[in-house]
């Protein structure tokens, strides 16, 4: 992708001329197909996401090759590590995402759901019921996983989808929307129920922004640049999806045999995802104790350190070492990098976080219930862990299904955006000669 404004080259008039009209044509046929998903079944549309599934599984050595051309130039311009393993798909990658999609399809269907209602003194039912948004708008980058997320969730929600994938992962979309549409059409519904803007590049992007009254909503998943850039320049309505500051803290009461586990994984399980903790805390009272284990087993997984003074003290002889800044304790690393900082107590660890958070997802271990009480309640971020990873704040992990990405914003929606997120409600009002008197 990318809609980033630093250093970008004049905006061709041309250009966006041809995207408005191309982008246009396409909301345009989406909310067409968006109107016939509206009325379809839930068995109709759950069989189209088995279908997708099964083609994708198929077609999984055709989106390889693809998805290989596009790991290849991007490594060669320097993509970071962990940014290229975010972009890479396999066979089991490929295997993992249609089983997300067939998971999709044995979750309940939230179209129709009531969410309240109730019968009024004078004769009135009135009930609050889930209906699709219509056609929802992605501009993500890097992640080839994302278009069939975005898909699968669209679909079984009643919508239909206009995508914006970005050029370090065109290849791959290219060859995956390709597949979707076909197994929609396979299905008899409309293929143009999903489809990508990609070919008019970042002129696509700022026309999807401008299409108000064709697309309902717009969700921006990336790094800050590219979320801010969406938020200040769309005039379609914005769930604004969230960078992953996120922090674990090891509590005076912690259990430590229990943390260091946790502590590893919540950093190397998967580095370049927004649910990683970029900052480790620990309470002064078991630094002494915790840290010479916790940074030998994060400096043989090859984590860099960056520390205050304390933290410093217990790096290994062979670990990898820097003083720790105030752009440390904000930094969204994505990559085999930590901040560590030793805290005088849960109040300096609060606080610390309330400083530094992108409102992602925090985490304590500790076995103090009061630890636990004022963690909870007293930081506002969109996921809290208590003695668990933070990479559980997934759609998929946490019993959603696949998820559209991580809402850090207050409105409508907040943490993992599965299906009942991609829904607005309509009131019914059933009366019988009903007049207001």
Request: net charge negative.
């Amino acid at each position: 992708m990318s809609v980033q404004t630093d250093q970008q080259p004049a905006v061709d008039p041309t250009a966006d001329e041809r995207a408005q009209a191309g982008v246009t044509e396409l909301a345009v046929r989406a909310r067409t197909a968006a109107r016939a998903l509206r009325s379809a079944t839930t068995a109709t549309k759950d069989a189209a996401l088995h279908g997708i599934a099964d083609a994708l599984v198929a077609a999984a050595a055709e989106i390889t090759a693809a998805n290989a051309l596009d790991v290849q130039r991007e490594s060669a311009a320097g993509m970071s590590p962990g940014l290229v393993d975010r972009l890479r798909l396999d066979e089991a990658r490929i295997r993992g995402i249609a089983d997300a999609v067939r998971e999709l399809a044995a979750l309940p269907d939230p179209v129709g759901e009531v969410v309240r209602g109730q019968t009024l003194p004078n004769g009135l039912t009135v009930r609050q019921t889930r209906v699709p948004m219509g056609v929802v708008g992605m501009i993500y980058e890097a992640r080839p996983n994302v278009t069939v997320d975005a898909a699968g969730l669209a679909l079984k929600s009643g919508n239909a989808v206009l995508l914006r994938g970005g050029s370090a992962a065109e290849e791959s979309n290219a060859v995956i929307v390709r597949v979707l549409r076909e197994a929609l059409a396979a299905a008899g519904l409309p293929a143009d129920a999903v489809a990508s803007v990609d070919a008019y590049g970042r002129a696509g992007a700022r026309a999807l922004m401008r299409a108000r009254g064709l697309v309902d909503v717009l969700v921006p998943r990336g790094g800050t640049g590219l979320i801010q850039t969406v938020v200040r320049e769309s005039v379609v309505p914005v769930i604004e999806t969230g960078v992953g500051n996120c922090h674990l803290y090891v509590d005076a009461s912690a259990d430590l045999a229990q943390a260091l586990p946790i502590v590893i994984n919540a950093k190397t399980q998967r580095v370049g995802v927004c649910n990683t903790i970029e900052t480790l805390l620990v309470h002064q009272d078991v630094a002494a104790e915790f840290l010479p284990s916790a940074l030998s087993a994060l400096a043989t997984a090859g984590v860099h350190i960056h520390g205050d003074e304390t933290a410093a003290a217990h790096v290994p002889a062979d670990g990898q070492f820097s003083p720790a800044t105030e752009e440390d304790w904000g930094a969204e690393y994505l990559s085999l990098d930590l901040a560590v900082r030793v805290v005088p107590d849960l109040d300096a660890a609060l606080e610390h976080i309330r400083t530094w958070s992108s409102g992602h997802t925090e985490a304590i271990c500790t076995t103090d219930v009061r630890s636990v009480q004022r963690f909870t309640t007293e930081l506002d971020s969109a996921a809290l862990m208590v003695n668990a990873s933070t990479r559980f704040t997934d759609g998929g992990q946490l019993g959603l299904g696949a998820e559209l990405g991580i809402s850090t914003q207050k409105l409508h929606a907040r943490g993992p955006m599965g299906l009942a997120e991609l829904t607005t409600t309509t009131w019914i009002v059933q009366g019988d000669g009903h007049i207001r008197p």
